[in-house]
């Protein structure tokens, strides 16, 4: 009879090495409501991470959860592929009425399999058949997910080196900022496309984040964004925004790319688009563009029905007026605040991102983690983000109290100040 090493909790004995949030934050978690989370001995923690964005409106949004129950009680709909479903119909009405024509789109919903990555691979599949070609622009420090064709337009090497194979069908080139002050880099980029011995072959597609979640919390510039676009068009790419990470409301509008006033050719879309956590991937796709034949781009979970009910009620709720963009701008400023103390106390640090998708730059990834360390010991879920980890990320979900708002502030703040000598300026590397 084998015998059950002990010291090893089962997490540790049975879970694969792949994980890797949890081995952060060494606790269990049972419940969460709103910005805080509760593990098993009744400590409550406020939540900065909000499922890596995929909480933007908080755990358990009563509206949401009771829509859910009632869904539940009245034995709707489980699983339905991609049948016509009711819900499936509520919530592309929903979505119509509030998202899409206020900002005068046509795109169509394709419903892909329930990941972000998963949207990536159906763009860049879109993106190919529409255009004959086969390469696709992407960027520096860009992160689109980890399988095969979106891990090719991934930047991070840690990732990259997972695949076990050669990578390929994707150009590099440097995102906003990359280069230093003084050198645009949608100038290279236009360098490159426009000289026929470049080596750069045609592309079908440029695909980019207004905000780069994962490498960085790099912010590229509106009139940036509008210089890809226009390259893109002219040189007849499809453009591809990845707003998985920083739409739904978390970088200030509904649509991340809004403030640069683009119109994407492809909106890839995951996350927070449930409203509730639940898994679902969505690619925005112009009319002209939706040539895929049927299952095409295949899968057993097209859609899933419990996230069409909390999504349309995360429409309804908070999307109907402006009201709430008006009041995540408010708390942007209580974020952006409290991260300029931080980044007050560090020699050459300096704050990164837009809206309530910010951060700082503390210098080194062993600070970043250390005052993260520190914060979850004091009561706070916060991650780090960066080639090197070396950003602080706040992440909290958009409806998060004021007061919670300043409170989890403080702790990042009182975190900083315990990892160093009293009195004694924390020095970036």
């Known amino acids: 009879m084998t015998t059950q090493p002990t ?12 994980r890797s949030y949890c081995r952060g934050f060494k606790t269990t978690f049972t419940s969460a409501s709103g910005s805080e989370m509760t593990d098993e001995s009744g400590q409550t923690y406020i939540d900065f991470l909000a499922g890596c964005s995929s909480l933007n409106y908080g755990h358990n949004d009563p509206d949401m959860k009771a829509a859910l129950i009632e869904h539940l009680t009245n034995d709707g709909i489980a699983h339905g592929l991609d049948l016509h479903t009711n819900t499936k119909k509520d919530f592309i009405e929903a979505f119509e009425r509030h998202i899409l024509e206020p900002r005068g789109m046509d795109h169509k919903l394709m419903f892909v399999g329930p990941t972000g990555a998963n949207a990536v691979e159906a763009a860049m599949k879109i993106a190919r058949k529409v255009t004959g070609r086969t390469n696709v622009i992407s960027f520096t420090n860009g992160f689109h997910g980890v399988t095969l064709g979106a891990l090719a337009a991934t930047g991070n090497s840690y990732h990259r080196g997972g695949a076990g194979i050669e990578l390929n069908g994707v150009t590099r080139m440097p995102y906003d900022g990359y280069m230093g002050e003084g050198t645009d880099t949608a100038d290279i980029l236009e360098t490159m496309l426009e000289d026929k011995s470049s080596g750069m072959d045609a592309p079908a597609a440029i695909i980019v984040e207004h905000v780069q979640g994962e490498g960085g919390l790099n912010a590229a510039r509106p009139e940036w964004l509008r210089r890809v676009a226009e390259l893109a068009k002219k040189h007849g790419a499809l453009l591809i925004v990845d707003d998985i990470q920083a739409g739904c409301g978390r ?12 119109k994407p050719d492809l909106v890839t879309m995951a996350k927070s688009v449930s409203g509730f956590g639940l898994p679902m991937g969505l690619v925005l796709v112009k009319p002209e563009h939706d040539i895929m034949g049927p299952a095409e781009h295949n899968g057993t979970f097209r859609g899933n029905t419990h996230a069409f009910v909390t999504a349309r009620v995360a429409i309804e709720k908070f999307w109907a007026d402006d009201a709430f963009a008006k009041d995540i701008a408010r708390r942007a400023d209580i974020v952006e605040k409290g991260l300029s103390a931080l980044a007050a106390m560090i020699p050459g640090a300096y704050l990164k991102g837009r809206g309530m998708m910010r951060g700082v730059d503390v210098g080194s990834g062993e600070l970043a983690a250390a005052i993260c360390a520190k914060a979850f010991e004091n009561g706070l879920v916060i991650e780090t983000s960066g080639p090197e980890d070396e950003v602080v990320k706040v992440l909290a979900p958009l409806t998060t109290p004021d007061e919670t708002l300043g ?11 315990e990892i160093v000598e009293p009195g004694q300026k924390i020095a970036a590397e």
Do not use: H, P, Q, Y
């Open 7 to 18: 010291e090893l909790n089962v997490f540790e004995r049975r879970e694969s090495e792949a």
């Open 251 to 262: 970088t200030g509008d509904f649509f991340g790319f809004e403030e640069a006033g683009l």
């Open 407 to 417: 409170k989890g502030l403080a702790i990042v703040l009182d975190a900083a100040r």
